[in-house]
Every structure is written in C-alpha cells, then in structure tokens.
C-alpha cells in the first residue's frame, strides 16, 4: 500500500501592518528571513517558503549579504517562492486591474531579483476570494491557489483540493489549508493529523503548514526537530516541501476532483465596511491613476509626450501595498491606517498631477485664441460620454450675468448653461467665483474644447426639470419626498406611469446596532435596527432649468446627516451627494432603497465582473454597483429595477426587495475576541467624523443590464478631466477621439503603457456576460477585438511601417503564442 504523502510547509506569515505600524513589520521582514535562513543552515533537510515581492525588496535594500544568503538557498531548492503579487491583499476590494498589478509588479521583481516567477497563487490570510480569482490567476500564469479563509465553519466545500472556476470558465487547482497556516505549538502531530484528515480519497498527498505566524517568525527548532521525529515513526510519508511540490504531485492525479464555480466567502463581513474612509481614498487612488496612464497614454499618442513609466511603476506598488487585507480591509490598529489614509493619499495627488500635466500637453496644442477663457474637457473612457460637467469659470471677478457671458462649444455654437452655488464661501451674488452646469457630449477617449467670456452667444434654455418643497421632476422620472421623515417615498417612471418605490422608501437613513468585533467574526448579517435619522429641513438648492436639486437634513441623536438630491433634464437618475457627520460607538449605519418589486434578484459588483447573490440579507462586498430587478408589484408583466452606483463604498446587503448600502461601522480599531471591551480606559474609535461620498440611482424599467448600469458607474468613479486653456495658438483640432468601441458589450479597464516600453496595452471586459465581437477604433484604424461571456482579454498596439498592429497577450502582457 502506498503511503500518503504529507508536504510539510515551513513558512512565516507577517503581516506588515496590523497591531503594529510597517516600520515593525519592516523590522520583522529581515528578523523572520534570518531565522529561515539560520534553521536552513542547522537542518540540512528543512525547506522553507515565502511570497510577498515586497519582503523581499526589504530584505534586498537592507541587507544584501542576507539577500545573498537568501539567493543561495533558492538556487539550492531549498528556499520556496510562491504567489507573484506584491503583498497578499484582499480579495474583493481592490478592482480587477490593481489585482493584475499586483503580479505585473510582483513577478517582474522576482524575475529579475531572484530568477524565479511563481506559479502558484497564495493568499492564505486572506478574508474571502471573488468568484473571478481564478480568471485573474490563470491570465497571470498560475495554475494553483492556496488559502484558509472561509474555514470549514463558514464554507462548506468539497474537499480539502478542488477546481476552482471561474464564471469565464478559467480554472485553478485550490488547496484549503486544514485548521491554519500558523502553528505556535513544538509538537505538530496534530496538525499533521488534520491534514491528513481531511486528504481527498485517492489523492495522496496533503499539505501542512507550520512555523510561527502572523507578526513573522515561522518555524523552530522544536518543530523541525519534531517533524524529523514525526518521520521515523509515521505510517505516512512526511518530507519538508513546498506547494509547488504538492501541485506538481496531484496535477496529474486531479481530473476527478470536483469544481467550485463559486465565490470563496464569507469570513470577517463587517471588514468590507470599516473605516470608510480609507476605503473612499482607495478608490480615489484606484481611479486616478486609471485616468493618468489613459491621458499619459494620449499625450503620448497625440504629441509624442514622454511616458513617466517609473513613477507610474512606483504609484502603483504604493496602491498594492495598501491593498493589504488587514490595511485596506480597516482592521489594523488606528496609527496604521493612518498611514494608509496618507500614503493613498499622496498617491491621489500625484496621479491627479501626472494626469493634469498630460492634460495639460496636449491643450497646450490647441487654437485657444479669441475668448476669454477655455476648458478642455477630456473623457478617458471608450464610450462617447453625455451627462452635465461643473465647472468655475475665471470671470476676471466680474458677474456672470451681469456682463452677460456666454458658453460655447468649438465651434462656437452656444451652449445653455444654469448658475450654481460656487464652493467657497467668499463672494456674494454675482460677484466673485461662479460655478456653472451645463451639458456635455465627449468623443470617446478623446478631448472637446468649450470658450466661455463677456459678449459669448447665449442660447435659451427650456426647462426640463421642476422642483418644489418635497418633488423633484425631470422629463423621465417624478419624486416625492416624505416630508415627516426626507425618504423618497415615490419615484414614478413617466413614459409607464410604474411606480418604482416600495413602502419602506429610497433612501432611508438607518441605525443599527452593531456589537461585533472589528472583523465582525461569526457574523453574516446586520439586522438589529435601533433608529432612523428624520426630522428633516428641506430647502430648494436649484431650480432649473437644467438640473434641479433638493437639500435634505435629518438628525439623530445630535448626527447630522445632509444630502442634495438632484436630477437633470434628460438624465434616467437621481444624484445623492451625501455629507454625514457622525459621533457614535457600537453602531452601523445604512442607506436603505425598498423597489416596488415581487421576489427579485441582486447583481454586484466583483473584480472584473459581477455575480448575481440571493436576496436573503447576508452582508457582502460590492464594488462600484448594485443592480436589483423583479416583477414590479403594480405589474407583474413588467420588470422594474435600481441600480445603486456608489464612488467609495464596499458592502451592502439586499434582503427580498430591499437593498441597503452600508455607510459604516463603528468598533473600536483593531478589536479582537477574547479582549473584554471596557477593560481599557481608552479607545479609538472608527468612523468618526465627517463622511462625504457620492450615490447615484438608476431605476429603470427593463433589464439592468439595458439600462447603462455599468457604463455610469465607471463614469462617476472616473469624471472628465477639465483643462483650463487660456488664449494660445495651436496646430491640433478643437475636438478629437484617439480610440473608441464599436460595440456596448465590452468595456475598457485600463489603457496603459507596456511595462517593456513596446507600445499600449489595452484591457477589456465583457459588461453583461454576453461577450462581444467588434472593433476597437484606434488612431482611425479599424481593430479587431473580442471578448467571450464573462472574460477579460488584453491586446498589445504597436506602431510599425505606418499602420497599428493588434496582438492578444496575457495579464501579464506576454504573447498567447508564447
């Protein structure tokens, strides 16, 4: 009979932050690589693994004999490298491409630092895994994943090793670590045992991990010289290993083992909502320096501006650093977010900055003479973009109205236009800065150039939009507030007359009781709800003709909670601009939206993608998007639905027709079972203070996926980028398009430079899980483009002999032919 085989894997899990702030975890990086390589020297057998490209740099900047030490024992066999990416982060915030980034920078690091690239993912601490991992990891080059996270307690899957699918069809080996990654205990007969255990039949081989974990350390002596016991007297085989070793030993033997077509969830739910904060500059961080690699791309393209690769390079591992599970999942102590908050931050600015600057060379190019002043509006998406801008025009200090200045586009069509409140607080009526609405039609990937000054052509506006003390209308929508509580307590579709709003309201302000711990360990749902803000001031903020907005404040309990609701003439939506200032402990807030719909369904957000989850209240993460649709209760002929478009909020829940999004949560930072709150006479306290973010609401009648759910949604998280031009000659046109798709099924996700300097790359998505055929209209040039349902597809451009050529890559930007 042959005996099974045990890989043990001696590793030491850091995380850089959690209880303590990266300078520690730093320090423990090159305290827990010198035990390994001490433990590596004394027992001639051992082996050792670590990921986590950013340990290493560490270790190599700090300490270069070390490094060298390191490099040996690798070259020897004896030293593991695992899973590519920069840190292991989390596996549902970040979006698709910051995930991509993480090998692109990951593995280019250990390809040229330590002659190895990983094949097998390994994010063994990490909260939960989206159901388009194996999409992403096999398109990075791996072929396995490891992990922990849901234990068996919160997951039941089928085995300890299965197939993980993704909803493309994309495939990895995945191995469930039994019981945990760290072992703090001398004897591991035990956890040997577990592994074993739980050992598919016929497989033959298990996984154990061992050695001391999470603030670094791994194996001891203790332990190895108790697996060197261990061997003599098992009747199983027990070999210091690695998992590449255990992959490589069931591939072959893995046919029969059955398919997860699933997201790997749920551990830890209340992560997804705590400290909001940090979550919002993630995005920010996230979505500008999109939007700096498109413009860089342009500038490049259009007037040959030099591409900053470096400092592209090093934004980019900044964002993945902070995608840390612990980090960006709001669990680490509160000197560490901050952190966090700071550095994604810095990184904001300086996209925002790269971005101007590329902006800002091609303006430079443009005929600008003849007005007063300009702007030029650049839309870093594929799709041609209509909606309204904002903007503060420089009057020279004079009044807009009273020296009669006028708006218009290049070609000097006037343009209507409607005064607003300007952001500061300064002037007076008429005098000083004056913010403008006015609306927009961009070209695709491309710039429009507007001149705005005293004696412009002006253009009569029609009203499209009415307001007064609770209704909000526009040509397409009618909204009623309740005046007792400020919830929209109706939204009537004008071209059906359906009613849209169920009797619970959009929009309402919700207090919870939340007692559970930071991470909301044992927790799947939030339901226990204490109280609701009300006692609402309306007051009329604009009143057409083109947009129309209300401004609603509630209290509770001494929280002021303010939104400005607004709708536009010709726009299928309503804007929730939201200002919450909140003190409190213990409790969740949230924005619930009851839909007049009979048994609906949800669809979210994931990494590049969406999963459709059962309405039955459990809270999970979302990105950027909700979408619920059912059997409108008026009509049950008619399906009507609410798209929920957020710009910085990560977790919701829907339960039958209700979907609420959560705002935040409030534990004290970094609170774990067992400690006895009350036992310390001071803590910090998450989510206080002032929040800010943005919703905008999408009703519709008809399928979400018809009613431009996830076109809008990029579209807030990424608005036009505005110029300022004042008068200049110049050789380029007024308006251009560099790119555009020639059809609404797929999306861009990134256009950026190669990392090897030849050409773009750019990536696509499928929207709707229908796929897409069709051309990506680059420089003039008809390309063409594909993508199946539910994939993502990256090609390489590049210029030769007067004409663009396309080729199909991999994430990683290496050629399918290869």
Known sequence: ????????????????????????????ALASTRAALDRLDEYPAFVYTRGEAQVYQWVEQEDPALFARLRQQLAAGRWAVVNGMVLQPDMNLPCGETLVRHFLLGKAYMREHLGVEPTV????????????????????????????????HEMELPGQAFWWQAPDGSRVLAFRISRSYATWSSDTTEHTQYALDDMPPGLGHTMC??????????????????????????????RFSHPRAYFDAVLPLAKGLPTVQQELYYHAVGCYAANSNLKRTFRQAEQSLLLAERLVVLSNLLVDRAIP?????ALWHEVCCNTFHDILGGCTIKQAADDAVRALGSVVHRAGALADDAGRAIAARLDTLGAAGAVVLFNPTLDARQGYIEYEPWTGWQSWQAEEWGLTDEQGEPVPWQLLDSTDAAGRPGHGVQRLVWPIALPPLGYRTYRFGPGAPRTESVAGVSVSADHLTNDLLSLQLDPDTGVIASCVDLATGLELVGPGGWSAAQVLRDTSDTWSHGVRRFDEVVGQFGAPTITVLDSGPLQASLLVERRYEGN????????????????????LSWQGRWTMLKLAFD??????????????????????????????WLAVNGPALADPARTIGLGLI????????????????????CPPYAYHIPHEPGSKPRYDWLDQGLHEFTIVLRPHVGDWRDASIVRRARELNMPPLAITAHGHAGDLAPQASAAALCTPELELAALKPAQDGRGYIVRLVDRHGRGGVGALVWHGEYLAVACAPRQVSSYRLTHSASFWRIEPCDLTERSEKT
């Open 309 to 313: 690769q470096a400092e592209l390079d």
């Open 1 to 28: 009979m042959t005996r099974p085989v045990v890989h043990m894997i001696g590793q030491a899990h850091l995380d850089p932050a959690w209880l303590w702030t990266w300078p520690e975890g730093r320090a423990e």
């Open 209 to 238: 991990f061992y050695g001391v974990g999470d603030h670094g350390g791994g194996p001891t002596r203790a332990q190895i010289e108790g697996i060197l016991a261990q061997q003599a007297g098992s009747d199983a085989d027990i």
């Open 560 to 579: 002021m909670w303010l939104q400005q609701l607004t709708v536009g003439a010709g726009e299928p939506e309503i804007t929730l601009r939201n200002w």
């Open 646 to 665: 957020n710009d910085g909020l990560y977790s919701c829940d829907v339960k039958e027709s209700v979907a609420r999004l959560t705002v935040l949560r």
């Open 121 to 152: 993912g390994y994010c063994v601490d990490s909260f939960g895994h989206a159901a388009t991992i194996p999409m992403i990891l096999a398109g990075c080059g791996l072929d396995s994943y490891v992990f922990m996270r849901p234990g068996p």
């Open 595 to 624: 839909l007049a719909a009979s048994g609906p369904h949800a669809d979210h957000d994931i990494p590049f993608g969406w999963i459709e989850r059962p309405c039955e209240g459990d809270e999970v993460p979302t990105q950027m």
